[in-house]
Nanobody, 122 residues
Framework: QVQLVESGGGLVQPGGSLRLSCAAS????????IGWFRQAPGKEREGVSC????????YYADSVKGRFTISRDNVKNTVYLQMNSLKPEDTAVYYC???????????????WGQGTQVTVSS
């Protein structure tokens, strides 16, 4: 059974950092891509970043490029999202999701975690 569990969210001041984790079970990262999405109150869910399974290619939304870094540890079967220089507009529930390849469309991802809240506020 495919399962994704996010952790690492919390309250941070603007300019601060957080590292989110997405622990996968029931499949291996060798064969599936992991995407991070977020949903702010009153807004649609949007793609943030993705890491592919084949060659580890990474993709970022323009809004987070240069501030967020996605990585994976195949031994721990975990994907990380390092978030630096956080802004209030980064406040959202962050979800990880998996499917065979990276995509910006949430409809392309079949399995999702429960989400973790990130709040950026002074």
């Amino acid at each position: 059974q495919v399962q994704l569990v996010e952790s690492g969210g919390g309250l941070v001041q603007p300019g601060g950092s957080l590292r989110l984790s997405c622990a996968a079970s029931g499949f291996t990262l060798d064969y599936d891509a992991i995407g991070w999405f977020r949903q702010a109150p009153g807004k649609e869910r949007e793609g943030v970043s993705c890491i592919s399974s084949s060659d580890g290619s990474t993709y970022y939304a323009d809004s987070v490029k240069g501030r967020f870094t996605i990585s994976r540890d195949n031994v721990k079967n975990t994907v990380y999202l390092q978030m630096n220089s956080l802004k209030p507009e980064d406040t959202a529930v962050y979800y990880c999701a998996t499917d065979g390849y990276c995509s910006w469309s949430e409809a392309d991802f079949g399995s999702w975690g429960q989400g973790t809240q990130v709040t950026v506020s002074s």
